[in-house]
């Protein structure tokens, strides 16, 4: 099993749209946890962490459920300019390391 | 204030040549990671440095793979010799002290392509 799995993607949808995206990772003692985009052919960049409680960034909302093992990123009211990869990522077992997901591509049409 | 450095940006070579990427890391920033990523894949770790020493380089290819980071700054990645399966981006990245909720700033990558 992948330390972390997330849907395969493609996403095809419409400006306006909502979606989710979902990921869980394998390792019980991970502390943090994020989500990263990836415009296609860019460098990744952080686009929220992830909290315990859940947290919330404009149109974006994620959420943990560590006894899961399963994190959550929703977009409301899409925009063309959301279309990219959205890569999970959870600290690895050396603390510092970060192991990413292989990433869902959203592709946002008019 | 500038973000991650690399150079090159991109790269063609024959198989069996060497290669090297240069990285600087954002200013202050005392951890530097150097990753790869394969075509529709996440990046992977490769090797990661505290200031000068590498506290993490289990993923590191060592027959192949080298890397240095003198003086606790710049980083070079270098791949001596070159196979088909190394064509990838290599990216460097860099946080502040490497914490676990550190957020890591990434580099535009190198594309690297073995004819």
Redesign the interface.
């Known amino acids: 099993r992948k330390e ?1 799995e997330q849907d395969p993607g493609p996403f095809n949808v419409p400006e306006g749209a909502t979606v989710a995206f979902n990921c869980t990772y394998s390792n019980s003692a991970s ?2 946890f994020f989500w990263y985009r990836q415009d296609c052919r ?5 686009l929220m ?1 992830v909290y315990s409680s859940g947290n919330e960034d404009g149109r974006f909302t994620a959420q943990l459920n560590r006894a899961s093992q399963y994190i959550s990123l929703l977009i409301r009211d899409s925009k063309l300019s959301d279309s990219a990869t959205y ?1 999970c ?1 959870v ?2 077992r ?5 192991i ?4 869902t591509k959203l592709s946002v049409k008019p | 204030e500038a973000g991650v450095v690399q150079s090159p940006r991109y790269k063609i070579i024959e198989k069996k040549q060497p290669v090297a990427f240069w990285c600087n890391p954002i200013s202050g920033h005392n951890t530097l990671y150097w990753y790869l990523q394969n075509l529709g894949q996440g990046p992977e770790l490769l090797i990661r440095y505290e200031n000068e020493e590498a506290v993490d380089d289990s993923q590191l290819p060592k027959d192949r793979f080298s890397a240095e980071r003198l003086k606790g700054v710049d980083s070079t990645l270098k791949i001596q010799p070159a196979e088909l399966g190394d064509s990838a981006v290599y990216l460097c990245a860099s946080s502040f002290s490497g914490g676990p909720g550190d957020e890591q700033f990434f580099g535009p990558g190198t594309r690297l392509t073995v004819l």
């Not at chain 1, 050396?94 to 970060?98: H, R, T």
């Not at chain 1, 990413?100 to 990433?103: I, S």
């Open positions: 972390v502390q943090s860019k460098e990744p960049k952080l962490s890569l990522v600290n690895g050396s603390q510092g390391n970060l990413f997901g292989k990433g």
